[in-house]
Structure formats: C-alpha cells, structure tokens
C-alpha cells in the first residue's frame, strides 16, 4: 500500500482559529448534542477537543475533519462512528451546511478532505459519519446560546449530493475574512430525497424535531 506515514508536517493553528475551535467544541457539546442526539440514535459524545493527545487532535482536524465520537448502541452491540461539527454564530439560521472550500492560508477545507476521501474509497480513508451543522446566537464565541437550529445528515450522502452539484458553482465569501465557502441548504437535501434530520431552538435550549420522522 502506498502513502507517507511521516504526520510530523501539521499546520499550526492561529489562536484566533484555536478559539474559535475550542468555542465550537463547546457549542456542540452543550447545546447542539443534548437537542439533536435524540434523531441520530442517541449516546453520547466525545468531544475530539480535549480527550485527545493536541498531535491526534490536529491530525484529526487537518486531515478527516473529524471532531468528535458518538458512542452508542446498535442492536445491544457497543459502536462508535466520528462526527464533523460546523458551528455558526449567527442573528439568524441560514438553514444550510456552509462547507469551506478555499482560505486564505492556503489549508486545506472540508470541501477538499472530504472530495478526496470521496474519490480514493481504495484507501478507506478516515472521515465522518455524520455532519452536523448548528448555528448559534452571537456574540462570536459565545457559549451561552440559545441554539438557533442544527441539522445532521450522513456524511456520503452530503458528499455524493456535492459531487453532482459541484461547490464551485455556488461559492460566496465570507466578509470577515475572505474565506470562500460552498452552502447546501438543507431544503434542497430534502428534496432530493436524502435524510436530513433539522431541529429548533425557538429561542430554547431544547429544541424540538423540525423534520419528523427522521433517525440514523
């Protein structure tokens, strides 16, 4: 099997970028998994952002776009399967996953990990299982809430929906920093037949279902 086991070549991370992450960890863990757990089976979380050796974080982050475990049970068999979370702080829910696809530093986005996981299945490459997308009231960085909404869908059903509707020809960019990002809104997921769980905050820190009838 070919490839370069060398891992020592990690970007380091501004420290703007590690807030913003550690914030999002919290985010997720606080108030995106407690509401959206009960339509994806359940368990519970284990954040990548501090059970980790910083080596396997950033190797996670940087090369799968890995952010944390859902351990849960199957069938009364113990399992585990990755999540990637995207957390937005936002007046309001755009209602879609708003993938990056260019930064201005030149590393390497979710858009570019996960087509190249995508396109090379003979490597069985990490990635996640699920993508869960929230968004969350500002200010930027705050942990408090409320949730506004989040949703979760499996990862290869996002992906196989990107590679026939190609992120370069729905770019925009971000203001605050120039980052081009790819959005797929979550209506148009639905539409086109995929499973896509939403949930609600109603300005509470419990949201309920959105979409009825959903589970993974």
Not at 57 to 68: K, Y
């Amino acid at each position: 099997m070919r490839g370069n086991a060398d891992v020592r070549f990690l970007t380091r991370m501004r420290p703007d970028v590690e807030r913003d992450l550690k914030a999002s960890s919290k985010v997720f863990a606080q108030l995106t998994w407690p509401a959206i757990s009960p339509i994806c089976s359940g368990g519970r979380l284990i954040p990548v952002e501090g059970s980790t050796t910083s080596e396997l974080q950033n190797l996670l982050d940087q090369r799968a776009g890995i952010d944390g475990w859902q351990v849960f049970k199957v069938e009364q068999h113990d399992v585990i399967r990755s999540i990637a979370s995207r957390v937005q702080w936002s007046a309001e829910s755009w209602r879609s996953f708003t993938l990056r696809y260019q930064r201005n530093n030149g590393s390497l986005t979710e858009v570019a990990k996960w087509l190249f996981s995508y396109d090379h299945p003979d490597y069985d490459l990490s990635h996640p299982a699920l993508v869960v997308q929230s968004y969350t009231s500002l200010p930027r960085g705050s942990v408090d809430g409320p949730l506004l909404e989040a949703a979760v869908m499996r990862w290869h059903d996002l992906v196989t929906f990107m590679k026939s509707h190609p992120p370069e020809k729905r770019l925009k960019k971000n203001p605050e920093d120039g980052t081009l990002f790819a959005p797929y809104w979550w209506e148009e997921l639905r539409r086109a037949g995929l499973q896509i769980g939403v949930v609600t905050g109603d300005g509470q820190r419990v949201p309920t279902p959105y979409y009825k009838g959903y589970s993974v």
